[in-house]
């Protein structure tokens, strides 16, 4: 048997991993549609004295009001960029490294500034208080953490989705060159992630225009979830031989 017979015989080493970030980026693209939905019945608090009484009528919808399903998004998007940069790598490999150093950047900042359920024990320590000073140093430590997310629905500066959307919009730019993705697929995370680019220049020049948030978001929401389902459908089909 040739040489070339036996690299294209050879079962491909990275087909589990295209098969788990596929899966991955569908579940996320699943889970954003859903915290859509939620953040649209139950508007976003962004006080701690909202939040610690809405965790009291109800802790699970406290916590996805506080971005839990945000949370496990961010977790997904570990198998996802990894599988993104083997696929593509061959098109611009230095641009892919640093995509997935700035996604692993931007997934590690956003864990590590976001946790509801620091909120939901500083809830119910405000709840179980007995006098007016500990409760005001309880919602002190409340709206600190709420301001240390810096979720940009909150007045913030999300560094850890800034990270990711500049990621992203290399990834879909390389997607284009190449033949493996769609060029509809790298059109829809150039402008998804293009679009969330742009809201932070937004937030330096006109941070209280609310509306032009709301239109913002939702657009740019709707094209990464579509975007997730069309990479997450191709990686899980997807086989690259070495």
Do not use: C, H
Request: net charge positive; hydrophobic share 60%.
């Amino acid at each position: 048997m040739s040489i070339l017979n036996q690299i294209k015989d050879e079962p491909n080493r990275w087909k589990s991993l295209f098969k788990i970030g596929g899966m991955a980026a569908i579940l996320a693209a699943i889970l954003l549609l859903i915290e859509i939905v939620i953040f649209a019945v139950w508007p976003q608090q962004t006080t701690a004295i909202n939040l610690f009484t809405l965790f009291l009528a109800n802790k699970f919808l406290g916590l996805l009001d506080f971005y839990l399903l945000e949370i496990i998004v961010y977790i997904l998007f570990i198998p996802i960029f990894l599988a993104l940069y083997i696929s593509i790598k061959r098109i611009n490999e230095s641009f892919m490294l640093i995509a997935l150093l700035l996604a692993i950047t931007g997934i590690s900042v956003f864990l590590s500034t976001n946790n509801p359920f620091s909120l939901l024990n500083l809830s119910d320590q405000y709840w179980a208080a007995t006098t007016e000073v500990q409760k005001s140093v309880l919602l002190a430590a409340g709206q600190a953490l709420i301001a240390n997310t810096g979720q940009r629905a909150v007045g913030g500066f999300n560094m850890g989705f800034f990270l990711i959307s500049i990621s992203g919009f290399i990834i879909s730019a390389t997607m284009y060159k190449g033949d493996i993705f769609s060029k509809k697929t790298a059109y829809i995370g150039l402008l998804a992630f293009g679009i969330s680019l742009f809201d932070y220049i937004r937030i330096i020049f006109i941070p209280t225009a609310t509306l032009l948030l709301l239109i913002i978001a939702v657009t740019s929401g709707i094209f990464l979830i579509v975007w997730f389902v069309l990479v997450g459908r191709r990686l899980i089909t997807l086989e690259i031989f070495d």
